[in-house]
């Protein structure tokens, strides 16, 4: 196929996505395909970023083993609040990640909170990498943001231990098939790099595969019940209810009342 | 046998719950003295260019933690910004296993950690955001700082948090900048847990030329 035209190169181009392959993530078994909305596999080295919704459920998956999620949070309203990776660990008194912990802003609200999570591998003390925060840069940039905004970062699917002598061991990934999700408490960027763990003594990085969907039922529900958290959950519906708009209350109101 | 004099270029009492800042040139350094015991100061460092803020030059906590491999900071620390360049070195220490993962005290966290009722309570992160914009700085310059003199252990299931003190009376330590430096004070105004002994106090800083 010739190039050498326009008329050639338009062919050629429209040629290539016909006989490509690509992975495209799926949603976990039970979920209604029409509440998709994010699908998109990471390839090593590579990052991706979204903004989702309230009530929204992130499925972050491991397929390979070597997956390694830096992740930041935005307010996708205000995103000078941001994920507050201190508050993180110090609020609920947990340096690492599990079921039930919140990613805190630093302006005492719940961005996310980790809703399931089969690896149990994960790190909030080391960061990213300079080369992977060149990545994120990247991802920061075409949100409107800069080198400022690139903070502290979460990272998913490898671990770290902390010694009584405060010395840190790598403890790798939990192995392939792993998978963490998140349940997005208020409108955010989410911006993930998927790239070597700084400690990681041999860095093999593998597809990070993404998922999201509408969940907005599973707001009504803490996902745990300690004081920090629920007063988080406080500060977080109380600043949602002020800031939306008073009609579409209103109208949902008016509409659940007509449904009894 | 040479001897260096060292000159004081600076020597100030930051009273209690208050905001610093200053510049370290290269070389010079600066001694934070526990004038009263058990006082956290909360401190971040950013690279500068004469009096300009370098923003990829600011202090990483992670950046920090990754190169030394372990939660601790104390002397042989290089306190690093996030694409691994030295700011400042600890050089002396009386105290040991001071903070770098706890960040700061704000009103909005205090909220979370001890009720809405302290709210309206003076933190750390009222500090460095009017201190920050003094040097055309803004909320998202602030980032995980440095609590010298603040001890916050990890256990083995990942459980944290700020416990009594290391410090005692005129406890000090020493860093010396690697590059110029801005160095942002906190005076840690917290009540609520024991970072300050219950009890916020004044510190003193003394800068050294090389």
């Known amino acids: 196929m010739t190039t050498a035209s326009t008329d050639g190169a338009r062919s050629h181009a429209r040629s290539q996505a016909g006989g490509a392959t690509?992975?495209?993530?799926?949603?976990p078994g039970g979920v209604d395909d029409t509440r998709l909305v994010w699908s998109e596999s990471v390839p090593a080295d590579s990052y991706a970023s979204r903004v989702l919704g309230r009530g929204a459920r992130l499925r972050f998956a491991d397929p390979e083993g070597g997956a390694c999620a830096h992740l930041l949070l935005f307010r996708a309203d205000a995103s000078w609040e941001r994920l507050n990776i201190a508050d993180t660990m110090k609020v609920p008194w947990?340096?690492?990640?599990?079921?039930?912990?919140?990613?805190?802003?630093?302006?005492?609200?719940?961005?996310?909170?980790?809703?399931?999570?089969?690896?149990?591998?994960?790190?909030?003390?080391?960061?990213?990498?300079?080369?992977?925060?060149?990545?994120?840069?990247?991802?920061?940039?075409k949100h409107g943001m800069?080198?400022?905004?690139?903070?502290?970062?979460?990272?998913l699917f490898k671990g770290v231990r902390v010694e009584d002598s405060?010395?840190?061991?790598?403890?790798?990934?939990?192995?392939?098939?792993?998978?963490?999700?998140?349940?997005?408490?208020?409108?955010?960027?989410?911006a993930v790099v998927n790239t070597a763990h700084?400690?990681?003594?041999?860095?093999?990085?593998?597809?990070?595969?993404?998922?999201?969907?509408?969940?907005?039922?599973?707001?009504?529900?803490?996902?745990?019940?300690?004081?920090?958290?629920?007063?988080a959950l406080f500060n977080t519906e109380a600043t949602w209810v002020a800031s939306v708009s008073s009609e579409s209350i209103w109208a949902a109101a008016q509409s659940s009342e007509a449904l009894k | 046998v040479t001897t260096t004099l060292s000159t004081v270029i600076a020597d100030e009492v930051v009273a209690a719950c208050s905001p610093?800042?200053?510049?370290?040139?290269?070389?010079q350094?600066?001694?934070?003295?526990?004038?009263?015991?058990?006082?956290?100061?909360?401190?971040?460092?950013?690279?500068?260019?004469?009096?300009?803020v370098d923003p990829a030059?600011?202090?990483?906590?992670?950046?920090?933690?990754?190169?030394?491999?372990?939660?601790?900071?104390?002397?042989?620390?290089?306190?690093?910004?996030?694409?691994?360049?030295?700011?400042?070195?600890?050089?002396?220490?009386?105290?040991?296993?001071?903070?770098?993962?706890?960040?700061?005290?704000?009103?909005?966290?205090?909220?979370?950690?001890?009720?809405?009722?302290?709210?309206?309570?003076?933190?750390?992160?009222?500090?460095?955001?009017?201190?920050?914009?003094?040097?055309?700085?803004?909320?998202?310059?602030?980032?995980?700082?440095?609590?010298?003199?603040?001890?916050?252990?990890?256990?083995?299931?990942?459980?944290?948090?700020?416990?009594?003190?290391?410090?005692?009376p005129g406890k000090s330590l020493t860093v010396r900048a690697e590059t110029d430096t801005l160095v942002l004070v906190s005076n840690c105004p917290q009540i609520n847990n024991p970072c300050n002994g219950f009890d916020p106090t004044p510190v003193r800083m003394v800068i050294t030329s090389a």
């Open chain 1, 22 to 27: 690509m992975r495209i993530p799926t949603l």
């Open chain 1, 94 to 141: 947990q340096a690492y990640l599990g079921v039930g912990h919140p990613l805190l802003s630093d302006q005492g609200r719940v961005l996310a909170t980790v809703v399931a999570d089969t690896s149990g591998h994960h790190d909030m003390l080391c960061g990213l990498p300079p080369a992977g925060r060149q990545k994120m840069l990247l991802a920061a940039i």
């Open chain 1, 146 to 155: 800069d080198s400022r905004d690139v903070a502290p970062s979460a990272t």
């Open chain 1, 166 to 190: 405060g010395a840190l061991t790598y403890a790798g990934s939990a192995g392939a098939g792993t998978a963490v999700e998140l349940l997005i408490h208020l409108p955010v960027v989410v």
């Open chain 1, 198 to 231: 700084p400690l990681d003594p041999h860095p093999a990085v593998t597809a990070l595969d993404i998922v999201a969907w509408r969940a907005p039922e599973q707001l009504t529900t803490p996902v745990n019940d300690e004081p920090e958290y629920l007063r």
């Open chain 2, 20 to 27: 610093w800042s200053a510049i370290l040139r290269t070389g």
């Open chain 2, 29 to 52: 350094s600066l001694q934070i003295v526990d004038l009263h015991g058990n006082q956290a100061v909360d401190t971040l460092f950013y690279a500068v260019d004469g009096d300009t």
């Open chain 2, 57 to 168: 030059g600011r202090y990483s906590a992670q950046a920090t933690v990754a190169a030394q491999k372990n939660i601790f900071l104390t002397t042989g620390s290089v306190l690093r910004a996030a694409d691994g360049r030295p700011l400042v070195t600890i050089v002396a220490d009386e105290v040991g296993n001071h903070d770098t993962i706890a960040g700061a005290c704000s009103k909005e966290s205090n909220t979370l950690r001890y009720g809405h009722h302290t709210v309206h309570q003076h933190a750390c992160a009222e500090n460095f955001l009017a201190e920050a914009a003094k040097w055309g700085m803004g909320k998202r310059d602030i980032v995980s700082n440095v609590n010298f003199f603040m001890n916050v252990p990890v256990e083995a299931d990942g459980t944290l948090g700020i416990v009594d003190g290391r410090s005692a």
